[in-house]
Each structure stands twice: as structure tokens, then as C-alpha cells.
Nanobody, 117 residues
Framework: QVQLVESGGGLVQAGGSLRLSCAAS????????MGWFRQAPGKEREFVAR????????YYADSAKGRFTISRDNAKNTVYLQMNSLQPEDTAVYYC??????????WGQGTQVTVSS
């Protein structure tokens, strides 16, 4: 079992930045990949970014490339999502997820990000 708790969401003006955190517990954090997803009102949940278990490989959705950075600190059992140049279309609930033997089989409760224009 893996437990995930997100934090760091909030209200920010367009062009601003936020850093989301996701604290994990329950299994050896450095043994599995982590990801961030988001779900805007009335839309399906979509992939944002992924980071490998050791942090050496990252992958981004086109909407996140050049603006968002995923990172992890395995000593702190935490994955981060640094979001810069935020736009109103980035408004969503952001979720972290763990890939433990099966794709995205553990999820956090989500944290709200609201970007005002």
C-alpha cells in the first residue's frame, strides 16, 4: 500500500508560480515512478508529468513542457511539481499518483489550483 498526500495548491494570478508537493508513505519511495495529473471542471483527468524511480527520467504533457518541472527527493519521500507561467487554463484539481507494479495504482486526494486572469 502507498499513501499519498498533496499540498501546495492555492489561488494565483496568471503568470504566477506554485509548487505542489506530494508526500508518500507505505512502501520504499525510491522503488517506483511518480506522476502528476489534473482534472479541470467538466473535463477528464489528464496526465501532466512523470518521473522515474531514481529521478533520472522525466516526461511531460505538451501543455506542461517548458513551464512545469517535476522532481523528487527520495530522502524525503516527496515528489514536487514546480509550475511557472500559470494560465487560467491550468485551473484544476492536481493529483499525484504512484506507479507501483501497475500503472498509476495509487492516488492522492488532490489539491486545488486556481489561476485568475
Amino acid at each position: 500500500q502507498v499513501q499519498l498526500v498533496e499540498s501546495g495548491g492555492g489561488l494565483v494570478q496568471a503568470g504566477g508560480s506554485l509548487r505542489l508537493s506530494c508526500a508518500a508513505s507505505g512502501r520504499t519511495f525510491s522503488s517506483y515512478a511518480m506522476g502528476w495529473f489534473r482534472q479541470a471542471p467538466g473535463k477528464e483527468r489528464e496526465f501532466v508529468a512523470r518521473i522515474s524511480a531514481n529521478g533520472g527520467v522525466t516526461y511531460y504533457a505538451d501543455s506542461a513542457k517548458g513551464r512545469f518541472t517535476i522532481s523528487r527527493d527520495n530522502a524525503k519521500n516527496t515528489v514536487y511539481l514546480q509550475m511557472n507561467s500559470l494560465q487560467p487554463e491550468d485551473t484544476a484539481v492536481y493529483y499525484c499518483a504512484a506507479d507501483v507494479g501497475s500503472i498509476w495504482n495509487y492516488w492522492g486526494q488532490g489539491t486545488q489550483v486556481t489561476v485568475s486572469s
